[in-house]
């Protein structure tokens, strides 16, 4: 049982490029989530899928899309990378519900020159 | 608005010290909150939860947190800090079926 698995680790882009960042659960979890990590500013949300077929934005959707692929799997894609997307991004999962209780994959580390 | 604040963006602690961690959150109602620890390198680990009942919640690793309702606290503490926990510390607040809000985080470092 992996949990919530993240690929690559590591990624380094030149402004300009695109790329897509994977995530996927074996938890049958319903809903899964895209952060960001940025110092001093926690974690903030980028994209969410309550469940499968469903995907809403979050507080810092621009420059980014996501698919939600299936009920394992969900994407994060940035079209044009900018360095203001050097981050550290987090994708997380839950079953959903009133004790909805969210579980992280172990990141994915941007740097966009 | 809803908010989680950790005053305390770093601390220091001895080894072998007791540890606590500070949580405030501004919720129209009792949210459902949490701890979380990030190790260097790591993702975000569930140190414990609370949704209702005892106040006092046990979570993971030996640490503990108090539910204070009428502070707005959901303080994180342990009685005796080991290196290993030296890490950074995340509180977090749900109220209903909303999206989690996190706390920017307090960054814990241990000294022998």
């Known amino acids: 049982n992996a949990g919530v698995t993240q690929t690559p680790k590591f990624q380094v882009l030149k402004t300009g490029q695109s790329m897509t960042l994977q995530c996927a659960q074996d938890?049958?979890?319903?809903?899964m989530y895209w952060y960001r990590q940025d110092p001093g500013m926690g974690l903030r949300l980028i994209y969410y899928s309550a469940s499968e077929g469903t995907t809403d934005k979050g507080e810092v959707p621009n420059g980014y899309n996501v698919s939600r692929l299936n009920k394992r799997e969900f994407s994060l894609r940035l079209e044009s990378a900018a360095p203001s997307q050097t981050s550290v991004y987090f994708c997380?999962?839950?079953?959903?519900?009133?004790?909805?209780?969210?579980?992280f994959g172990p990141g994915t580390r941007l740097t966009v020159l | 608005a809803q908010s989680v604040t950790q005053p305390d963006i770093h601390i220091t602690v001895s080894e072998g010290a007791s540890l606590e961690l500070r949580c405030n959150y501004s919720?129209?109602?009792?949210?459902?909150l949490f701890w979380y620890v990030q190790s260097p390198g790591q993702g975000l680990q569930l140190l414990l939860k609370y949704f209702s009942g005892d106040t006092l919640v046990q979570g993971i690793k030996g640490f503990e947190a108090e539910f204070k309702r009428s502070q707005s606290s959901f303080n994180l503490r342990k009685p005796s800090v080991h290196w290993s926990d030296a890490a950074e510390y995340f509180c977090a607040a749900r109220g209903g079926y909303q999206k989690v809000t996190f706390g920017t985080g307090t960054k814990l470092q241990v000294i022998p």
């Open positions: 938890m049958n979890h319903n809903s």
């Open positions: 997380a999962s839950s079953a959903g519900g009133r004790t909805d209780t969210q579980y």
């Open positions: 919720y129209g109602a009792t949210p459902y």
